[in-house]
């Protein structure tokens, strides 16, 4: 064959690999929003049979022997060329997936189906206890994995890599002690001053009325119905089953509006970054996100740097007020305005304020590390947490529900994920600052409602690349070439200097993802 009838072939059998990855991903989303609990066995059966079938295509040697033949006639995998990355990537793809023997496989994905069932209700019912063995089931599993993926400089870089391809645990480990003297200083500063009244974010919200403004939001921030749709799960996420069915969830409580809006405004961030993949990608290794810390870079950007501005305010707290006026009619926009920007520690990561999320991130951080390291036994997990707390935060959880089990990740095996995070809030930082730089005008027009600007930016500067790009690419991001996975003459000028920024993380995820708030 010609090396085009050989690329034709190759992208055939990747494309229907995607297909069934977007099966499997459908058959994930309606376990977290629809399926009764007593599923869950079946449903595991299920998984395990797609995945299975999935693992099979994927690591079929000749599909490996296709990607090598492909390999071998190009003369430079890492030239910035399209063709040369895409095999580039679905050759690391291969290779990584051909590690891990396939009964493993199917193992990881019954324990973790399982495991997210029970954690629903070991959260409901404040049962650390009927969690614990399924978490330990999946801890060592994931330890069995590591070993797959020999050598390593440490465990968890073996399973952070499918999430921040090429990132370091001693990367991550040195950003955040750089980052938490600093992030404690100001949050004991901004401490000292007068806190603002915030108790009117805490009354009871009609949830009818919280879905009629989060689907206004999303909306205004150009989410595409068409293409998706917006549900409600006990954590929540977004999830694609391809460029053209990208989905996201939200929760609602009563006594906490903002914490569902917020969300909303989190996970259509998510949902924007898919549906703006460049769609010549479709189907091809290039079509999906290059990194977790990308992604949620996105979501960070359009929660706090969009949402929580005075700009978007200015605009939309009409809006909101009149949607909510038994509780808001006498609370003026400045009010309004600086308690939903209140920064006071909380138990709950995901109603953090921006000065404290990150320290909810590295005590993650931390507590993985020691439990891959045989330093913490699950078993003690609560106590390690609030300990934990306490130093990091100085609030100890009265229970487990929002404490150790807060979190939906464990249970779905994504040890490794947290950094993401943390990474993400940066980079939507230094996003921002080009941002503004290239569209000076761009707070202006979030106060008269159009967001149009700050998507259109991103989706030029961001989205449309998918892989294209590789962020770990050490060998060209300190000149012209590529900063963190995109062309440097369309981001050039961050607040951090290119030196430091380059070292922060990359490439391709699974076929099918579910991205948590």
């Known amino acids: 064959m010609s090396f085009e009838e050989k690329l034709k072939t190759f992208r055939e059998r990747y494309r229907a690999i995607t297909v069934l990855g977007g099966v499997q991903g459908l058959l994930g989303w309606d376990q977290m929003v629809n399926m009764p609990h ?18 099979d295509m994927g690591t079929n040697p000749e599909f490996g022997q296709l990607i090598e033949d492909l390999a071998s006639e190009i003369p430079d995998l890492d030239a910035d060329d399209p063709i040369a990355r895409e095999i580039k990537l679905a050759k690391r793809q291969y290779d990584l997936a051909t590690k891990v023997p396939k009964d493993k496989m199917m193992e990881m994905i019954m324990a973790t189906t399982q495991a997210q069932g029970v954690w629903e209700k070991a959260k409901a019912t404040n049962d650390y206890a009927l969690f614990q063995p399924y978490l ?62 915030d108790d009117f974010l805490y009354k009871r919200y009609d949830i009818a009325m919280q879905r009629k403004i989060n689907h206004l939001v999303a909306t205004l921030q150009g989410y595409d119905w068409s293409r998706g749709r917006m549900d409600e799960s006990v954590h929540p996420f977004t999830t694609n089953f391809g460029m053209d069915d990208v989905r996201i969830t939200t929760k609602y409580i009563e006594n906490d509006a903002s914490g569902a ?101 590295m005590l993650r951080f931390e507590i993985e590390l020691a439990m891959l390291e045989g330093k913490i036994n699950t078993k003690d997990l609560p106590e390690v947490w609030n300990e934990k707390m306490r130093d990091y935060l100085g609030v100890v959880p009265e229970n487990d529900t929002t404490g150790v089990l807060q979190d939906v990740h464990w249970s779905g095996g994504m040890i490794g994920y947290f950094p993401s995070y943390a990474l993400g809030n940066l980079i939507a930082s ?62 050039s000028g961050y607040l951090w200097s290119v030196s430091k920024f380059h070292s922060f993380s990359p490439n391709a995820t699974s076929f099918d993802v579910a991205f948590f708030i």
């Open 38 to 55: 007593g599923a869950m066995a079946e449903r595991g059966a299920q998984l395990q049979a797609l995945g299975g079938i999935i693992y």
């Open 136 to 197: 330990q089931k999946i801890l060592d599993l994931s330890l069995e994995f590591v070993e797959y993926f020999k050598p390593y400089d440490h465990p968890y870089d073996a399973l952070s890599n499918q999430f921040e391809p090429g990132m370091k645990s001693k990367e991550v480990k040195a950003i955040f002690d750089a980052l938490r003297p600093r992030q404690v200083e100001l949050i004991k500063a901004i401490g000292e001053r007068p806190q603002p009244k």
């Open 261 to 361: 809006f917020f969300s909303t405004m989190h996970e259509t961030g998510h949902a924007l970054y898919e549906l703006g993949l460049g769609r010549m990608y479709q189907g091809t290794s290039l079509g999906s996100v290059s990194s977790m810390a990308l992604h949620e870079s996105q979501s960070r950007l359009w929660e706090n740097l969009v949402g929580r501005s005075k700009a978007f305010w200015n605009y939309f707290y009409p809006i909101y007020q009149a949607y909510f006026s038994e509780h808001l009619a006498d609370v003026n926009l400045d009010d309004f305005y600086k308690a939903i920007n209140k920064v006071s520690p909380s138990l709950i990561r995901t109603e953090s304020d921006e000065a404290t999320y990150n320290l909810h991130i």
């Open 430 to 491: 230094q996003w921002w600052h080009k941002l503004s730089q290239d569209q000076p005008n761009t707070l202006d027009e979030i106060a008269k409602g159009d967001l149009s600007g700050v998507l259109a930016w991103l989706r030029e500067n961001v989205h449309q690349h998918g892989s294209r790009y590789d962020a770990m690419d050490h060998r060209r991001a300190p000149q012209p070439g590529l900063l963190y996975g995109l062309p440097q003459r369309k981001v």
